[in-house]
Antibody
Framework: QVQLQQSGPGLVKPSQTLSLTCAISGDSVSRNSAAWNWIRQSPSRGLEWLGRTYYRSKWYNDYAVSVKSRVTINPDTSKNQFSLQLNSVTPEDTAMYYC????????????WGQGTLVTVSS | QSALTQPASVSGSPGQSITISCTGISSDIGAYNYVSWYQQHPGKAPKLMIYDVSNRPSGVSNRFSGSKSGNTASLTISGLQAEDEADYYCSSYSSTNTRVFGGGTNLTVL
């Protein structure tokens, strides 16, 4: 059974960097055909896909246009986890953040983390 | 990429059927059979209910079904039960290898 365990601070100051980690059990961050996503949810924006990282002989990333200039998603193979960094945050980045898995030719999110509420405030 | 369009709310009585629509464009729903639906109860993470337009994961009731026509996908819940009251979100694969979600529909069981 795949489990995703999120960690990271719940409060970030404006203009700073939001950093979250998603630890994977029951699967491998570097497994070919798996992909590891970050999704956020806020009352104003609903669910919003932010991006993903995946390994296909080398590492790739796909990012949403809305955050592409500010977001980085990186794998950590030594700890079997992946991370989200969102730079230059504003109060509009206040949201519940989720990590989730999808797979090649299975373009749906079958496993989700528990969610982390991140508030951007001074 | 633009969000998919869903009705903000729908309601139905126990035992009835309801349908939630999800409208996209030709580069997401219209181009691919990769529409999925998620159920979300308050304070919980979304749960996969339908994938690839009309397939149910193991363990999901057969009261849930999905379909697609053109740029619009639909989720139908038959035999409504109190436990179905939740928010429902659609999602689609989109060109350029991205993903897009709908704005969500709140289902009330009267």
């Amino acid at each position: 059974q795949v489990q995703l365990q999120q960690s990271g601070p719940g409060l970030v100051k404006p203009s700073q960097t939001l950093s979250l980690t998603c630890a994977i059990s029951g699967d491998s961050v570097s497994r070919n055909s798996a992909a590891w996503n970050w999704i956020r949810q806020s009352p104003s924006r609903g669910l919003e896909w932010l991006g993903r990282t995946y390994y296909r002989s080398k590492w790739y990333n796909d990012y949403a246009v809305s955050v592409k200039s500010r977001v980085t998603i990186n794998p950590d193979t030594s700890k079997n986890q992946f991370s989200l960094q969102l730079n230059s945050v504003t109060p509009e980045d206040t949201a519940m953040y989720y990590c989730a898995r999808d797979q090649d030719y299975a373009y749906f999110f079958d496993y989700w983390g528990q969610g982390t509420l991140v508030t951007v405030s001074s | 990429q633009s969000a998919l369009t869903q009705p903000a709310s729908v309601s139905g009585s126990p035992g009835q059927s309801i349908t939630i629509s999800c409208t996209g464009i030709s580069s997401d729903i219209g181009a691919y059979n990769y529409v999925s639906w998620y159920q979300q109860h308050p304070g919980k993470a979304p749960k996969l209910m339908i994938y690839d337009v009309s397939n149910r994961p193991s363990g999901v009731s057969n009261r849930f079904s999905g379909s697609k026509s053109g740029n619009t996908a639909s989720l139908t819940i038959s035999g409504l039960q109190a436990e179905d009251e939740a928010d429902y979100y659609c999602s689609s694969y989109s060109s350029t290898n991205t993903r897009v979600f709908g704005g969500g529909t709140n289902l009330t069981v009267l």
